[in-house]
């Protein structure tokens, strides 16, 4: 046997278990019993079913089955039921039929509203930090306020005790004076009185 011989049958094998693969899809997707050598990856408007696929995986429903290589014989088999599925012929273009277009529709806008959603909460987020970063600053100010407030409070403590002591002192000294003046002025009075 040579190679191109070994290809042939390695293709015509590959083929064979795409159709079966695509034909199982068929029946456990839409109940529709068709046999794997009637499977069409084109197909007509008289075919019960027509393929919905994502955008990247549309190329291989633009050639007939027979006209593919191995590599999209082995990305057929894959990916049925998971890029691609089969979908009734009526309900191409029904928005309401629940298949991959519909699905990534709405997942799609899921996405726009989760980007929107997390686009508002970073400027929450934004606006959070500055009021943040400002009650920051203002309670810094407002201890720093506090701490000197206190110094003030203990300097004048300090000062209104020295005051208080000079007070003390000058009351004292100013008793002891007026007691010692009191008792010159008796000195003197009686020195001076007549019957002394």
């Not at 070994?6 to 094998?13: C, F, G, H, V």
């Not at 199982?24 to 109940?31: D, I, M, S, T, V």
């Not at 277009?101 to 929450?124: F, M």
Request: net charge neutral.
């Amino acid at each position: 046997m040579t190679t191109e011989h070994l290809k042939s049958l390695d293709r015509t094998a590959c083929r064979l278990e795409c159709r079966r693969k695509l034909s199982e899809h068929l029946l456990a997707k839409l109940g529709l019993s068709i046999e794997p050598a009637n499977v069409r990856l084109v197909t007509s408007a008289s075919d019960l079913y027509t393929w919905q696929a994502i955008p990247e995986k549309a190329h291989l429903f633009k050639k007939h089955l027979s006209k593919q290589t191995i590599s999209a014989y082995r990305e057929i088999c894959r990916d049925v039921g998971v890029t691609f599925e089969a979908i009734h012929s009526s309900d191409l273009g029904d928005r309401s039929v629940s298949g991959f277009s519909a699905t990534i529709e709405k997942l799609k806008n899921e996405k726009d509203t989760l980007y929107t959603e997390v686009e508002d909460l970073k400027e929450q987020l934004a606006k959070a930090m500055q009021i943040k970063v400002a009650a920051e600053e203002e309670a810094q100010r407002l201890q720093l306020m506090l701490s000197s407030s206190m110094v003030e409070k203990q300097i004048m403590q300090q000062n209104l005790q020295t005051l208080a002591d000079m007070v003390d002192y000058l009351r004292s000294a100013a008793v002891i004076a007026a007691k010692e003046f009191l008792h010159k002025i008796e000195l003197q009075v009686r020195l001076e009185s007549p019957g002394a």
